[in-house]
């Protein structure tokens, strides 16, 4: 099966009345809800409310058309928003479209060379690092609105915008105030009354309607933008300056970057939730596409949105069909109901980014990795800081450096002279008094061994092997003997195997830890996770304690 053949036209071969209704159920739902966020992302990348959902419905047009996964919803999400009104700020609209199409014709050079499957190994604390810093910026850039503080111009350096807050907090709006928290309320409980349909949209009515009977004395987009157009954008060409495009030659690859990871990672939560398989390198393709065309039209950054994408899968969406519906259902929106839009105010906006930038910070995993070694902690807290100070595209580069470096620099440590000539040895010379080959193995027990250091390029391959098992056993012996040391990754990747042996009722024993492994493990908490009785440090030790959750003798003993 070709990795760069659109899921669609898999999905269609044997597609039914009853999966349309499904799909077309679940693209009119996410249609609706995707309006608001569209709109919020659009303003908060300090660009008009209708170049949000202009990128919503042609990139979500395109991401669905063409792309690799069956459930993806495509449009501008939190990640992009301060890369985005950095470029504004400094190269204008034009500046902007400029790097977006460069950042899809990156995209589109990944996926043409397979770059899919690679993107796993950016390590998990320089993603962790930046994705926190993003959500601490956008949080930080709600403030004005969220408060309804009268400030004519906001700074765009992190620590300036918070100076100018507090000098001019006695400004703040009560009912700027009473509506943002309000719709932060709705969002926050929602979910206890149904998962169908997000909070952030029925924040946005209520409010919308408080502020109408009331005519409450509030920002709301018309008063800051005008009207939004209902008209549909003519193409528009620009002028390339080569200097221009060297200077944008670093934020398009962030862009690219981003869009990469962000539209990945969507795509395997949605394998996840729906027990499928994306085409990564043709969603990449898919992604370039959408960001090459969508600025052609005044759109901005687009990539798959996670949330978005769970929304259209909890609704019944289980083919691209749901994503181009939804692309058409916000153009229907935009034609005969986007006046309507501008009454939307701009606290309740704030709202709904303030729970984005909340979803988006990751703070239990970043929490869980400052018990990390020290090295994947230094890589976390320099991107978080360098993200959050100075800038994505530093952060992002100097993060993926020292990861490398320390990276390099755990080679060099676990490397010798003794492992490298067993390895080179011939196993007839040199028999393995402890090979798998010479234990009594029972029924229901299947031993798994890792050799080598289990850092973020062996844990996806450790992952990508466990997935091919097709019938799972009762017990599972993960053998580490030759594991001198781990990262944080590879620590997350067992958390992850832990939790999915759990679910198939699996029971999960570690052999031969090492001093560096074991120590990690205790620390990140995964040892009272496993258990003391599950953590050995022999293959014999392991095989016993399968032995006895099986019921069975141990050897030697009647």
């Known amino acids: 099966m070709s990795t760069l053949k659109p899921k669609i036209f898999t999905t269609l071969k044997n597609y039914s009345k009853e999966q349309f209704a499904a799909d077309a159920t679940a693209g009119v739902i996410v249609g609706i809800v995707a309006l608001p966020l569209a709109i919020a992302f659009g303003i ?178 018309g008063k800051k ?27 398009a690859t962030v862009i690219a970057i981003l869009a990469a990871i962000e539209s990945l990672l969507s ?41 978005r994408t769970v929304t259209n899968i909890n609704n019944g969406g289980r083919t691209p069909v749901a994503g181009i519906i939804h692309a058409l259902t916000l153009l229907l929106i935009m034609l005969f ?43 976390l807290l320099t991107t978080f800081f360098l993200t959050v100070i100075f800038d994505l595209t530093i952060a992002i580069e100097i993060g993926m450096i020292l990861a490398v470096l320390l990276f390099m620099k755990r080679m060099a440590e676990v490397s010798n002279v003794s492992v490298i000539t067993r390895e080179l040895i011939d196993q007839d010379e040199l028999p393995d008094p402890m090979g798998i080959d010479k234990k009594q193995i029972p029924d229901g027990v299947e031993v798994f061994e890792i050799s080598g250091p289990f850092f973020f390029g062996a844990a996806s391959k450790f992952k990508e092997q466990m997935k091919a098992i097709e019938a799972p056993p009762k017990i599972r012996i993960i053998r580490m003997r030759n594991v001198p040391a781990i990262d944080a990754t590879g620590l997350r990747t067992l958390k992850d195997f832990y939790v999915d042996a759990q679910k198939q009722n699996i029971y999960l024993i570690l052999s031969g830890v090492h001093t560096q492994p074991l120590i990690a493990i205790t620390q990140s908490g995964m040892f009272d996770l496993f258990g003391e009785k599950n953590i050995h440090a022999n293959i014999d030790d392991a095989l016993d304690r399968a032995r006895e959750i099986l019921g069975l003798p141990k050897i030697g003993k009647s």
Not at 270 to 297: C, W, Y
Not at 338 to 349: N, S
Not at 358 to 375: D, T
């Open 267 to 307: 795509a395997v939560v949605a394998d996840g939730m729906i027990g499928g398989k994306h085409r990564s390198n043709m969603e990449l393709v898919a992604q370039g596409l959408a960001n090459i065309i969508t600025p052609l039209f005044g759109g901005i950054p687009a990539t798959g949105a996670i949330a």
């Open 44 to 221: 908060a990348s300090g660009v008009t409310p209708e170049k949000g959902i202009i990128t919503a419905i042609i990139a979500g047009f395109i991401i669905s058309l063409l792309g690799g996964s069956r459930v993806q919803i495509g449009g501008p999400t939190g990640a992009f928003i301060i890369i985005v009104y950095g470029i504004v700020q400094q190269y204008g609209t034009t500046g902007l479209a400029v790097a977006t199409i460069m950042a899809g014709t990156i995209l589109i050079i990944m996926g043409l060379v397979k770059f899919g499957s690679l993107i796993k190994f950016i390590p998990y604390p320089v993603i962790v690092g930046f994705t926190s810093g993003l959500a601490l910026l956008i949080f930080s850039t709600q403030i004005k609105d969220f408060f309804g503080l009268q400030i004519q111009k906001v700074p765009t350096e992190f620590h300036e915008k918070w100076i100018v807050y507090f000098e001019n907090f006695f400004s703040l709006n009560y009912f700027s105030l009473g509506l943002a928290l309000l719709a932060l309320f709705i969002m926050i409980f929602w979910s206890k009354v149904t998962h169908k349909i997000p909070g952030s949209l029925i924040s946005i009515i209520v409010t919308t309607i408080l502020v109408m009977v009331f005519d409450l004395p509030v920002d709301t987009i």
């Open 337 to 379: 109901f986007g006046k309507f839009a501008k009454l939307i105010p701009m606290a309740a906006l704030a709202a709904i980014l303030v729970m984005v930038s909340y979803n988006m910070s990751e703070w239990q995993a970043f929490k869980s990795l400052l018990k990390s070694p020290r090295s994947d902690v230094a890589v």
């Open 225 to 251: 933008f005008g009207e939004i157009s209902s008209e549909l954008p003519s193409l528009q060409l620009y002028e390339i300056d080569l200097d221009v495009i060297k200077n944008l030659i670093a934020p």
